[in-house]
């Protein structure tokens, strides 16, 4: 099976910064797309942005300019630079990938979520 671990989630003052990081681990063939969704208190899951295998982000319009997605596929790892931090940036963040382990099939997985928690 596939298992995504984040890290880097915490507490941070309005305007300050933040990285999480994702790994993928397990019985993988490759990955297509990868990058994060957060949750935030009492709203749905959201998308953040996600990445191609090519390296092209897609960002939802909310953190355009702020927040920065990366990837290397050397390591299966997934990348979230989170600047100019804003208090409704607090949310779950939970790391998501579409990874193909077994045949031709890309299955969807998710990360347990790392709290952030932006103070005004």
């Known amino acids: 099976q596939v298992q995504l671990v984040e890290s880097g989630g915490g507490l941070v003052q309005a305007g300050g910064s933040l990285r999480l990081s994702c790994a993928a681990s397990?019985?993988?063939?490759?990955?297509?797309?990868m990058g994060w969704y957060r949750q935030g208190p009492g709203k749905q899951r959201e998308l953040v942005g996600l990445?191609?295998?090519?390296?092209?982000?897609n960002y939802t319009d909310s953190v355009k300019g702020r927040f920065t997605i990366s990837r290397d596929n050397a390591k299966n790892m997934v990348y979230l630079q989170m600047n100019s931090l804003k208090s409704e940036d607090t949310a779950v963040y939970y790391c998501y990938a579409r990874v193909r382990y077994w045949g031709t099939i890309y299955s969807a997985f998710w990360g347990q979520g790392t709290q952030v928690t932006v103070s005004a």
């Open positions: 397990g019985s993988i063939i490759s990955i297509n797309s």
């Open positions: 990445t191609d295998s090519g390296g092209k982000v």
